[in-house]
């Protein structure tokens, strides 16, 4: 099992453009997650799935959004990106709850100057 | 607003002396996990807590919660060179999930 991918590992944006970060897992698990992680503020929620085609919000949703198609694959889109966004971010799945014992991937570092 | 804090924020200790970090939170929980990352990696789950538990071991690592002064602590016991890294408290409050900022736990050989 390759467990939680992400893709890319970094990127450089311009302010103003958009993307796609790519997160999959091949564990069959039902819950997926997004984080950022900014410097000296841990990790906080943007989106999460419960399921394929059901996703709801987080503590820090805005400029972000997600979709569920299938349940290995949950992509997070940056429509316009600001330098704001400029962070670690993490994916995460889990099969008995929404957050209970989450396997993370390796990061997507952004840079949006 | 963040839910969870922790301390200290870094702590430096020799290998095998024991390692304590203190989380405390804001709102009422269902669970609460710990959780380790090594520089520049992804978190990895050390272990949880459910809200009616008071204590939990496993190997080298103990959790404590007091659900009545919203707080826990992890003890690592023996401590190695490899368990340096940054530890993380999260809390499961049902609808929404939140880490804390983190202890930076460094061993030194």
């Known amino acids: 099992n390759a467990g939680v991918t992400q893709t890319p590992k970094f990127q450089v944006l311009k302010t103003g453009q958009s993307m796609t970060l790519q997160c999959a897992q091949d564990?069959?698990?039902?819950?997926m997650s997004w984080y950022r992680q900014d410097p000296g503020m841990g990790l906080r929620l943007i989106h999460y799935?419960?399921?394929?085609?059901?996703?709801d919000q987080g503590e820090v949703p805005n400029g972000y959004n997600v979709s569920r198609s299938t349940t290995e694959d949950f992509p997070l889109r940056l429509l316009s990106a600001a330098p704001s966004q400029t962070s670690v971010y993490f994916c995460?799945?889990?099969?008995?709850?929404?957050?209970?014992?989450?396997?993370f991937g390796p990061g997507t570092r952004l840079l949006v100057l | 607003s963040q839910q969870g804090e922790e301390d200290p924020q870094a702590l430096s200790i020799q290998e095998g002396e024991n390692a304590t970090m203190n989380c405390s939170y804001k709102t009422s929980i269902n669970n609460l996990q710990w959780y380790r990352q090594n520089s520049g990696r992804g978190l990895v789950h050390l272990i949880l807590?459910?809200?009616?538990?008071r204590e939990k071991h496993s190997g080298r690592l103990r959790v404590t919660l007091d659900t009545s002064k919203k707080s826990s602590s992890l003890l690592i016991t023996a401590s190695r060179a490899a368990d340096t890294a940054s530890y993380f408290c999260a809390t499961d409050a049902g609808n929404q999930f939140y880490f804390g900022t983190g202890t930076s736990l460094t061993v030194i050989p």
């Open positions: 807590i459910r809200s009616n538990e």
């Open positions: 995460a799945s889990s099969s008995d709850s929404p957050w209970e014992t989450q396997y």
């Open positions: 799935s419960v399921g394929a085609g059901i996703t």
């Open positions: 564990m069959n698990h039902e819950y």
